[in-house]
């Protein structure tokens, strides 16, 4: 009622007080400006710097991951070439290994077959010599057993020698003989 | 009514002069008064909490700076980015923090014990705000369009056979840039208003009921009293939606003074 009564009055609630308008103007003009010029940047700076920071340290986290990952292909290739490495060495101590046993047989061998022939050498030097005083002393006993027999001195020395060469001759073809026969 | 039986003082209903309280000083015929103080008080308070807030800048913020960065995230994010699109709200987003702010702080006030006034509830500073964003939702249209460009935006929507342009000039031009003004000052304006009043109504009935009729009244006042309370809370959620209501309709208008045809 008496708000209808002072509308009639003329004190209409829409009617603007125009010092109102203007320090409302003020007011808000001046908010603006401070607005514009220190709150509006501040918060943008802050929100800026906080996405870099975020970003960097992301930025920053991938690279350390990046490094560990290149340390560990690194580690990775490391281990790869000492386990060849030693697998080569294992396969260069085997080899030589080999090598030095079989040096050693063909050494051993070469030793054996050495001995063998110096031992054939002997025997051949010793079956000679046996042969030769043999040949001399039975063509002594020989001599002078057919001497005693035939009672006859067969000094004559020549003739002496080529009988028993002969009857050596005999002999050896006799034993060749008997030997082939043998064997 | 109650209170016309048998009755010592015949209650008055609050006016609006008991929303004009006497001013403070005069210089001239320029009278200020506490709606002004509190005016300037807001200005002061989001001024220097925002500044205060930002101060340190630090990267991990502190109470203080985490409620400042919450109340300008909140308007550059929901309002001025979302409304007006990531390409255009740059500019803007001064314009509406302070806009949403300021109207917010003012609106409080009515909230306020003592203060107890809502500075929007007088027309003036209502018009002021509402005319404020007209001229700069014009000129933000002008100077991304053209005058022409700008006037056919707001008068020629796209998708309409020729003929009913005849029709539809001159309603969205009366819509958009006479009426667009001048409801987006009364809505501030009439809430405010409104609530300040229906508050003043259930407090100073509350009172007479208790003072002057006693008995049966004070009975009586509890259910004005609850009444009151329920109203005050009531206020409240009106004043946080009326100041986003005012900033959202701003960002809407600049949207479609700088937004390309579609």
Known sequence: MSLLMAAEEGASPLRPDWWEVLITGLG???????????????????????????????????????????????????????????QKIREDARAEGEQIVAEHKERAATEAARITENAQKTIQAERSAALVSLRTEVGTLATELASKIVGESLNDDERSNRVVDRFLADLESSQQRSAGATK | MLETGHVVAEYQAPTIEDMHLPDLFHIGSFGFGKQMLLMLLAVAVVAVFFMAAGRRRSMVPGKMQFAGEMGYGFVRNSLAKDIIGVHHFKPFVPLLFASFFFILVNNLWGSIPFLQLPTFSHAGSAYFMAGFAYLCWIAAGIKNKGLGGFLKAMTMPSGVPPAFYVILIPIEFLSNLIIRPITHSLRLFATMFAGHMAIMVAASLTAFLIQEVGGFGIVASLFSGVFGIFLFFLELLIQAIQAYVFTLLFAVYLQGAVAEAH
């Open chain 1, 28 to 86: 808000f003009l001046i908010l603006l400006y401070i607005v514009v010029k220190f709150i509006a940047p501040t918060f943008e700076k802050i929100y800026q710097d906080r996405k870099e920071a975020i970003e960097g340290g992301l930025a920053k986290a991938e690279k350390a991951q990046a490094e560990a990952a290149a340390a560990r292909e690194e580690y990775n290739q490391q281990l790869e070439s000492a386990r060849l490495e030693a």
